[in-house]
């Protein structure tokens, strides 16, 4: 699978017609630039009411248009139907700053540091990768403390933002944690824990299968083709009213039931989306709760955010367990540092370090193939990318931009939100993964 087509899939599926219009429409023109694209130089939505002429609403072909999508990615819960991911009653628990002078300074030298993108002679610096790769939010913890922080766009301290297929991570971490405590076998068949899938090519897959997208299930995500799997995917999961000569499946679980087998399961990785969805109706049943209501049970709440998420649903209240989550910056910094420190934060246990070891150890390198040439030779697994280099670094990754990335060597975490205008992290990487290398480098030559 190649790597614009595989990354496309990280949106909830049935906006998935949205991002194929625009995805079109930009590859024939040059978009406008990260500043001429700024929804407020763009004026959507400002004034009560707006003018006509910038007012964003339905049809989705039209929210979810560049550049209409960089004020839509902070106002997903104004188009569609959602669960909130609850941060409970309790006060939060602040975020660690250095000295406002240091904290400023801090930000010149970043905003200073150079690097060469991939596939380039010309050297690029930090601030000038931001605007490079439309960057709505960007947080940097280094040794647990902020040492970086700007907002941009649509996005500011209070504000959240689509998180994309970063939500696909949360999911496979709720699934590691069950493993490792005993909850969830990851060696069982699927069929055996949802008997409902009888009959579809997930029934014989293993419930690890699924976690590392190495089920052979046939679903294209070819968004040319309009008899592709994903836009049958596409009607079933939509929230919204369905034509009255609709008979197709109802919903996320209904869809995965009438799902065909393509190759065998365990041979290679495959990114599709529906694994994830399959992982949240496993994690589920076993649970007895939603990915909402666990998510918020074993990380929201005891990680002290300061905001309740929220995440998409389909027409039965399903969440999209694949491409939901609408978060805020420091709140998914918060958990990058829960990822770093292993199951621990603010001096709580939250869950076992093991499981944080197995998935920054990564999956079969094997079986991720060269489908990915601008990520170089990871690997996959529990729903977290593993980049397996010099600094042990892994990340949760969703299009259009959006990243947790995690740098145990620099004792760093990173998260970047944004909105680039093509639904293809094969254009934003080849900045972005040097750009996050050559920061890592920066704050450990300040620990010399």
């Not at 801090?106 to 000038?128: H, K």
Request: aromatic letters at 10%; a negative charge.
């Amino acid at each position: 699978m190649s790597s614009s087509t595989s990354n496309l899939v990280a949106l909830a599926a049935w906006i998935g017609l949205a991002l194929a219009v625009p995805t079109g429409a930009v590859a024939q023109s040059e978009p406008l630039t990260a500043r001429d694209s700024d929804p407020n130089v763009m004026g959507w939505m400002q004034g009560f009411p707006p003018p006509p002429d910038k007012i964003i609403t339905q049809p989705d072909s039209v929210y979810f248009s560049f550049p209409k999508l960089r004020w839509s990615v902070c106002h997903l819960r104004e188009f569609l139907p959602t669960e909130e991911i609850s941060r409970g009653l309790d006060a939060p628990v602040p975020l660690d700053y250095p000295a406002p002078h240091d904290f400023a300074e801090l930000r010149r030298q970043i905003d200073a540091v150079t690097f060469t993108p991939q596939n380039s002679d010309e050297e690029m610096t930090w601030e000038e990768s931001l605007y490079a790769n439309y960057t709505d939010g960007m947080l940097i913890l280094h040794r647990g403390e902020v040492v970086y922080e700007r907002y941009f766009g649509c996005l500011d301290e209070g504000g959240k933002h689509a998180i994309m297929s970063m939500t696909k991570s949360f999911t496979g971490l709720l699934a590691e944690i069950m493993v490792v405590e005993g909850t969830l076998d990851d060696t069982a068949l699927v069929a055996d824990i949802i008997p409902e899938i009888e009959g579809s090519a997930f029934a014989t897959a293993t419930v690890r299968q699924v976690m590392d997208m190495t089920t052979g299930v046939k679903y294209s995500e070819d968004y040319s083709d309009p008899n592709a799997d994903i836009w049958l995917y596409s009607r079933a999961a939509s929230p919204l009213p369905k034509p009255e000569d609709y008979e197709g499946p109802e919903g996320y679980w209904e869809y995965l039931q009438q799902v065909e087998p393509e190759g065998n399961h365990g041979d290679e990785f495959h990114y599709k989306t529906i694994n994830s969805d399959m992982l949240g109706w496993i994690i589920s049943r076993v649970s007895g709760q939603s990915v909402t209501e666990l998510a918020s049970d074993r990380l929201w709440r005891p990680m002290g955010v300061e905001q309740s998420a929220y995440q998409t649903v389909d027409g039965n209240g399903v969440p999209f367990a694949g491409g939901g989550i609408t978060a805020g910056l420091r709140d998914l910094g918060r958990l990058g540092q829960l990822m770093l420190n292993e199951g621990e934060i603010n001096g709580e246990r939250l869950f076992p370090a093991e499981v944080v070891e197995k998935i920054s150890a990564g999956g079969d390198r094997s079986k991720f193939g060269a489908g990915f040439p601008t990520f170089g030779p990871g690997s996959y697994t529990s729903q977290w990318w593993v980049l397996h280099n010099d600094h042990g670094a892994y990340a949760a990754r969703g299009v259009h931009g959006q990243t947790i990335y995690i740098d145990p060597a620099a004792d760093m975490v990173l998260v970047r939100l944004a909105s680039y205008p093509r639904a293809q992290n094969g254009f934003i990487d080849p900045t972005s993964l040097p750009a996050y290398q050559a920061v890592a480098e920066f704050l450990m030559s300040r620990d010399e």
